[in-house]
């Protein structure tokens, strides 16, 4: 059926702007957590504190992407709506068990797995059902709902500050299940309006179809080479990504001390996220195809730039001029994934595109703020740390310039490849007409004869 572009769809687009803004509010919001584990489990005089604290964040991050490809599998086979509660409840029960732990390490599990699948099983159903109610209005409902995550990254960090203040960091992590417990009643309201026929067929029999092999998991997106360069440049360019988001606070609080106040930088960078994501979007509607990745290429320039400039900053001001830019290209970055996925592979195979892309993501994601909290904990300081950073988002950029280049290329291979199949079927033809012709010679002559 046609999308009804409205009615309640509009209700899904609320719950899913909530399903945005809760899990990513809560996984922005990590360095304000960060600082908070540390004091708590710091006790003992334990060097290498800052590494394994940073797992657990890491972790966190790194598995809402590493599931997805696994959870666009489980959404089309058992659809948005069973999915997205199932992973809420998950997401609940490992953010709930997180608050009755007395050490570091059960964390690795109960928030950095547990909470993490769930967050990630209830986040990508959300993405999907839009679909399912907007078509010609889908590129302003996605504003709005990934708005969703600014408007939680901008709020979020203040109100753990003062919870963690006045009742702690477990009551707090308590708190919070609270949100997922929303996420968990919103998953109910994605009603679904696709239905074929063999699904009531089955539905009748009491039986389970699974449909092809090659429907559910299909690998052929990275037979496309400018594809295959994206999937593999953007998570080189990661490496640094996160970094800022889990270590930025320690590392104000160890230059500036208390007498700044540190969750302004997070506001910073959630507010000109959300501003990025609405002025780039727009932008890449005027850049006709793969040249988009020109400004991923720009956003990936700038973010390292800024990770390099962090340590140069004596000044909290200017820690705030650099989280304004920093978070306006990071907006950029996100806002433009699917429409350079859709240039890259079709419409067809968008989806599993995005699910690959987003699972080698992780990787990066989840290596990068350990060996920054390594780094802190062997030489005293953050700063060669965000040096570092700054260094793989300007080398991804530097790979994915070529991309728009290979593809154009693909292009006019595709292009050739109808021509030459219509010169050969016309020269079959004229073969055929000449032999026809020959034929009929000896036919005249025989009935001549006659």
Not at 108 to 137: D, E, M, N, W
Request: contains cysteine; charged residues 15%; glycine residues 10%.
């Amino acid at each position: 059926p046609e999308p009804p572009e409205g009615g309640w769809g509009w209700v899904v687009m609320l719950a899913a702007m909530w399903c945005n803004g809760a899990v990513f509010g809560i996984q922005n919001s990590c360095g304000v957590l960060f600082v908070s584990m540390l004091q708590l489990f710091g006790g003992g005089e334990d060097k290498q504190l800052a590494f394994k604290t940073a797992w657990v964040s890491s972790l966190s991050m790194g598995m809402v992407f590493f599931c997805s490809p696994i959870v666009s599998i489980f959404t089309d086979l058992f659809g948005c709506r069973k999915v997205a509660v199932t992973g809420a409840a998950v997401g609940l029960v490992g953010l709930l068990s997180s608050s009755f732990v007395s050490t570091i390490e059960p964390l690795y599990f109960t928030y950095g797995i547990l909470f993490a699948c769930g967050c990630s099983f209830a986040y990508q159903p959300s993405l999907v059902i839009l679909g399912h109610y907007f078509k010609k209005r889908l590129g302003l409902v996605n504003g709005i709902v990934t708005a969703g995550s600014s408007l939680f990254t901008v709020s979020l960090p203040f109100l753990l500050r003062v919870l963690i203040d006045s009742v702690g960091l477990y009551n707090t992590l308590r708190v919070l299940c609270i949100l997922m417990f929303i996420l968990f009643l919103a998953g109910f309201t994605y009603k679904p309006l696709v239905s074929s026929a063999k699904d009531k067929e089955g539905g009748k029999k009491g039986k389970f179809r699974f449909p092809p092999e090659k429907k559910i998991c299909s690998f052929s997106v990275f037979k496309v080479l400018s594809y295959r360069i994206w999937a593999f440049g953007i998570p080189a360019a990661l490496f640094g990504y996160f970094v800022p988001y889990v270590h930025l606070m320690k590392h104000v609080k160890d230059r500036f001390d208390d007498s700044v106040p540190e969750e302004v930088l997070l506001l910073c960078l959630g507010i000109t996220s959300g501003v990025g994501r609405l002025v780039f979007g727009r932008v890449a509607d005027y850049i006709s195809g793969a040249k988009k990745v020109y400004l991923q290429v720009a956003s990936f320039f700038f973010i390292g730039l800024m990770s390099m400039m962090i340590p140069l900053c004596h000044v909290f001001g200017g820690l705030i001029a650099v989280c304004l830019l920093m978070g306006l290209f990071d907006g950029c970055f996100i806002c433009i994934m699917a429409p350079i996925a859709f240039e890259l592979v079709g419409a067809q195979d968008v989806s599993q595109a995005i699910g690959f892309l987003l699972g080698l993501m992780s990787v990066p994601m989840t290596v990068g703020p350990p060996i920054a909290g390594l780094l802190r904990d062997k030489l005293g300081t953050y700063d060669v740390a965000f040096y570092l950073a700054g260094v793989p988002p300007l080398i991804g950029g530097a790979v994915l310039c070529s991309i728009p280049w290979v593809h154009e290329r693909q292009k006019l291979k595709e292009r050739a490849k109808p021509v030459d199949g219509e010169t050969t079927e016309k020269m079959l033809e004229n073969e055929s007409t000449l032999v026809l012709d020959t034929t009929k010679k000896p036919d005249e002559d025989v009935e001549y004869v006659l």
